[in-house]
């Protein structure tokens, strides 16, 4: 099946469609945007306005939940980025076992962030140097405001 969202005026078909080789800094942003679109399907599952998802199974039946980690077991993608995403999704619920729809959100965030520096034709080597000099500063940040608590 397949599975297209909107996204502003074009409609970009992130599941199923014709298999196309890319390279280069259109291949960057196709990635990105593939990517980002499985996140905001999620996105959408959060919160008191959360969205129903309607999903036709292989076997002809349909799923209709709004649980994201339902959602990305369901789904079946071929774009390699969005793939990533759901590997991700995975590799949160067998390492932690929850935040499965947090982790998408947050990567799909960050790539929002990385986008306009790749439009920028920054090397993607600085973006993710930028990324780890800002995890850095924020594991500055919250060891300096935080607080040992004594158990008794």
């Known amino acids: 099946f397949s599975v297209a969202e909107l ?15 890319e390279q280069g800094h259109k291949a ?25 998802k309607m999903i036709l199974d292989p076997m002809g039946g349909i799923v209709i939940t709004n649980d994201g980690n339902s959602i990305l077991r369901e789904i079946d993608v071929n774009h390699p980025a969005a793939k990533h995403m759901i590997e991700l999704s995975r590799a949160q619920d ?16 960050m ?15 600085k973006i993710v140097q930028g990324f780890a000099r800002a995890l850095d500063d ?14 008794n």
């Open 111 to 125: 790539l929002q962030m990385a986008q306009k520096y790749v439009e920028q034709n920054i090397h993607p080597i």
């Open 28 to 52: 960057q942003l196709d990635n990105i945007s593939s990517a980002k679109a499985v996140s905001d399907i999620i996105r959408t599952t959060l919160g008191p306005r959360a969205m129903l």
């Open 94 to 109: 067998e390492e932690v076992g929850d935040g499965t729809t947090s982790v998408i959100i947050l990567a799909g965030e």
């Open 138 to 151: 924020a594991v500055k940040c919250l060891a300096e405001a935080s607080v040992d608590l004594k158990v």
């Open 7 to 21: 996204t502003s005026t074009a409609m970009l078909q992130v599941f199923g469609g014709q298999i196309k080789r």
